[in-house]
């Protein structure tokens, strides 16, 4: 049950905290920033193409590790996958697959957004207040990166 809450302001860092008390004497720091966050792209793979659809596995989207590597995208970080083909959007997290095999594989109920054969877009996000240098990884056929 809240109590009161004084409101308290960092000069420096130009933060406000809220420290609020409870009857039974407890308190809890909430620190509020200041700046505007937004989430930006931080890396791409462009136009992969699915190599396998799997309705029985658990779920996500195991990805060739180079390709992981390069967009600067992390096993099990949270991705949106855009399907050129379909429209189709949706979340998943990433597996690491075998380094230069081209894997792109959707599993699980997102298999039903993606045939073999359809081209993808694959998107890391990052929550930040500054801009960020996205790294955008382009691929053929084979889901070998290009070098522009």
Request: glycine content about 8%; overall charge negative; hydrophobic content about 40%.
């Amino acid at each position: 049950m809240l109590y009161s809450k004084n409101r308290v302001t960092h000069s420096i860092l130009r933060q406000t905290a809220y420290i609020v008390y409870t009857r039974e004497g407890k308190y809890l720091l909430l620190v509020m920033s200041n700046r505007v966050m937004r989430w930006m792209m931080r890396g791409k793979i462009h136009r992969a193409t699915v190599t396998d659809a799997d309705l029985d596995y658990e779920g996500s989207i195991t990805i060739d590790g180079k390709l992981l590597d390069l967009a600067g995208i992390w096993e099990g970080e949270k991705v949106t996958i855009a399907n050129i083909a379909n429209g189709n959007r949706f979340e998943t997290y990433t597996i690491r697959g075998e380094e230069d095999s081209g894997e792109i594989c959707i599993n699980g109920a997102a298999a039903h957004l993606c045939n073999v054969g359809d081209l993808v877009i694959i998107i890391g996000y990052e929550l930040t207040d500054v801009p960020v240098d996205a790294k955008i990884v382009l691929v053929d056929g084979s889901n070998k990166p290009v070098v522009k």
